[in-house]
């Protein structure tokens, strides 16, 4: 069972547009979202995160949008850039004891033309 | 700081053979380890994450074991690799059970010809 479901699956955006990838999670004890970057051949490194207590965080052109009543959370990537092209992956946690495991979204493979 | 080291970096391995990929994590203790697999152009599969020395979940039925002798080492084999296992290895820590951020190696990529 896939516990964050993440969408679309790729995604072709202009250089200077606005890049949006959604992710849903049903569990309600995770509380922390953060988003992954991966160039080709890279291992994934942390981009961006957000706790459920806030509605939206927002680092330079990168902003999360987090929604708790609907269970889902939104990465935006502003004046998106040829630079930003790599894949993004979702992801979901929760702080406990038995908190050992991580759950990814299955990613999405952003490409912004020049 | 915390660093991940992971090697080897690229191997070619015919079919058969065995294979054996470690992972080393400075700076911290008892931290949770995890192996995860991405095909070519797909997402991550967890293969094996680890809570304390020799203890071990695996998460996908395979012919790959996962070993962790030291508290910050571990270790990824095989036996006998099958073309099937070709992928970009990646190993990753996490500060226990209470920590929320995983951080990844620079992954290993295999081969099997």
């Known amino acids: 069972q896939q516990q964050v479901k993440q969408s679309p699956q790729s995604l072709i955006v202009q250089k200077g547009g606005i890049s949006i990838i959604n992710c849903a999670y049903e569990n309600t004890a995770f509380d922390y979202f953060p988003w992954y970057q991966q160039f080709p051949g890279k291992g994934p490194a942390l981009l961006i995160a957000?706790?459920?207590?806030?509605s939206e965080k927002k680092e330079g052109r990168f902003t999360i949008s987090f929604n708790k009543s609907a269970k889902q959370f939104s990465l935006h990537i502003m004046d998106s850039q040829p630079g930003d092209s790599a894949t993004y992956f979702c992801a979901a946690n929760f702080v406990a004891p038995t908190g050992n495991q991580f759950y990814f979204g299955t990613g999405t493979s952003l490409t912004v033309i020049p | 700081s915390q660093t991940i080291h992971q090697w080897p970096a690229t191997l070619v391995q015919p079919v058969g053979s065995p294979l054996s990929l470690e992972c080393t994590v400075e700076?911290?203790?008892?931290?949770?380890l995890y192996w995860y697999r991405q095909a070519a152009g797909r997402g991550l599969q967890l293969l094996f994450y680890s809570i304390g020395i020799d203890q071990i979940s695996s998460e996908v039925p395979q012919n790959l074991s996962a070993s962790r002798p030291q508290d910050r080492q571990f270790i990824l084999s095989s036996k006998k690799l099958l073309l099937s296992d070709s992928g970009f290895y990646l190993c990753a820590w996490k500060r226990g059970p209470l920590g929320n951020t995983i951080y990844f190696g620079e992954g290993s990529w295999l081969t099997v010809v």
């Open positions: 700076g911290t203790s008892n931290p949770n």
């Open positions: 957000i706790r459920p207590d806030v």
